[in-house]
């Protein structure tokens, strides 16, 4: 459904003015942090898939002392500006790297934090294949991901003026929760909260969803340019569901870790330990 190439050269020119609106992000991110808290977790390598500028990797060096802490992204351009902003005694390092085609070995990675990568993925399930295959075992995949509620309002306002699709299709958290043990993935801990964003106008709204990137990326989208008077129809929509002159953009947000099982057997043999096998004695 999802274009990468939208959303790679969507990412790469939001990259400048991305950490201006990301504050969506932001509570994503610290959400997350606070429910890794708990977790007791021996970590050597950490991966900030998704990485962004960068904000999340300098958090996760602070969570994870001694850790080597990896930011991938699939722009060049975020990650640019993450090593920009690199304290001088970070020992952070930079990939650039879609996530469902990692560089990284079997077993190799002790944790895998994901802030809002995932309404980007067009099969999460291939995501989810491969963060088990290079997660070892006891190391633990945490996530935060938008649920179906999110974005309704400009979902309804376009649905007023055309049939097009415009807006993500998020999906809620059985589903993830679903996907997560399909691939092997272990124990899978899920909880939903809820943000309201308020605007004074569409144009500022429009501006922020465009400074983090987060504009149409549908393969079903129209070919075709928005003409002004369409765009001026869906803008009124939008206006006539303000309260008290605001714009209220309602957001799902879907938490979530898990753990990592070590490699799937291959369907195909049967392993018994021999040891287990019991002697008989002539």
Same mark, same amino acid.
Request: hydrophobic letters at 45%; one cysteine or more.
């Given at each position: 459904?999802?274009?990468?190439?939208?959303?790679?050269?969507?990412?790469?020119?939001?990259?400048? %003015?991305?950490?201006?609106? @990301?504050?969506?992000?932001? $509570?994503? /991110?610290?959400?997350?942090?606070?429910? +890794? !808290?708990?977790? #007791?977790?021996?970590?050597?390598?950490?991966?900030?898939?998704?990485?962004?500028?960068?904000?999340?990797?300098?958090?996760?060096?602070?969570?994870?002392?001694?850790?080597?802490?990896?930011?991938?992204?699939?722009?060049?351009?975020?990650?640019?500006?993450?090593?920009?902003?690199?304290?001088?005694?970070?020992?952070?390092?930079?990939?650039?790297?879609?996530?469902?085609?990692?560089?990284?070995?079997?077993?190799?990675?002790?944790?895998?934090?994901?802030?809002?990568?995932?309404?980007?993925?067009?099969?999460?399930?291939?995501?989810?294949?491969?963060?088990?295959?290079?997660?070892?075992?006891?190391?633990?995949?945490?996530?935060?991901?938008?649920?179906?509620?999110?974005?309704?309002?400009?979902?309804? %306002?376009?649905?007023?003026? @055309?049939?097009?699709?415009? $807006?993500? /299709?998020?999906?809620?958290?059985?589903? +993830? !929760?679903?996907? #997560?043990?399909?691939?092997?993935?272990?124990?899978?801990?899920?909880?939903?909260?809820?943000?309201?964003?308020?605007?004074?106008?569409?144009?500022?709204?429009?501006?922020?969803?465009?400074?983090?990137?987060?504009?149409?990326?549908?393969?079903?989208?129209?070919?075709?340019?928005?003409?002004?008077?369409?765009?001026?129809?869906?803008?009124?929509?939008?206006?006539?569901?303000?309260?008290?002159?605001?714009?209220?953009?309602?957001?799902?947000?879907?938490?979530?870790?898990?753990?990592?099982?070590?490699?799937?057997?291959?369907?195909?043999?049967?392993?018994?330990?021999?040891?287990?096998?019991?002697?008989?004695?002539?």
């Amino acid at each position: 459904m999802l274009n990468r190439q939208h959303i790679r050269r969507r990412f790469e020119r939001a990259a400048a %003015a991305f950490d201006e609106s @990301d504050f969506v992000h932001t $509570v994503t /991110r610290d959400g997350l942090l606070a429910r +890794l !808290g708990p977790l #007791l977790i021996d970590a050597r390598t950490v991966i900030d898939l998704g990485a962004a500028t960068g904000a999340a990797t300098r958090a996760l060096e602070k969570r994870f002392k001694g850790a080597s802490v990896i930011s991938i992204d699939i722009a060049h351009g975020m990650l640019k500006k993450a090593r920009e902003k690199k304290p001088w005694l970070s020992k952070a390092a930079f990939a650039q790297a879609s996530a469902d085609a990692l560089p990284f070995p079997d077993e190799s990675i002790d944790v895998i934090f994901s802030n809002l990568l995932l309404p980007w993925a067009d099969d999460p399930a291939l995501i989810f294949s491969e963060i088990a295959r290079v997660l070892r075992k006891g190391g633990v995949f945490a996530f935060a991901t938008l649920g179906p509620d999110s974005l309704q309002e400009i979902g309804r %306002a376009w649905g007023a003026i @055309d049939d097009n699709a415009h $807006v993500n /299709r998020f999906l809620d958290m059985h589903t +993830l !929760g679903d996907g #997560l043990v399909n691939v092997g993935l272990r124990d899978p801990v899920l909880d939903v909260d809820r943000l309201s964003v308020s605007y004074k106008n569409s144009a500022r709204l429009f501006a922020d969803l465009t400074a983090v990137g987060a504009r149409n990326a549908l393969n079903q989208r129209a070919q075709s340019l928005t003409g002004k008077q369409r765009y001026g129809a869906m803008v009124a929509a939008l206006d006539d569901m303000a309260v008290n002159g605001n714009i209220t953009l309602d957001l799902e947000l879907v938490f979530g870790h898990c753990w990592g099982a070590g490699p799937k057997m291959d369907p195909a043999n049967y392993r018994i330990d021999a040891a287990q096998i019991p002697v008989r004695n002539a």
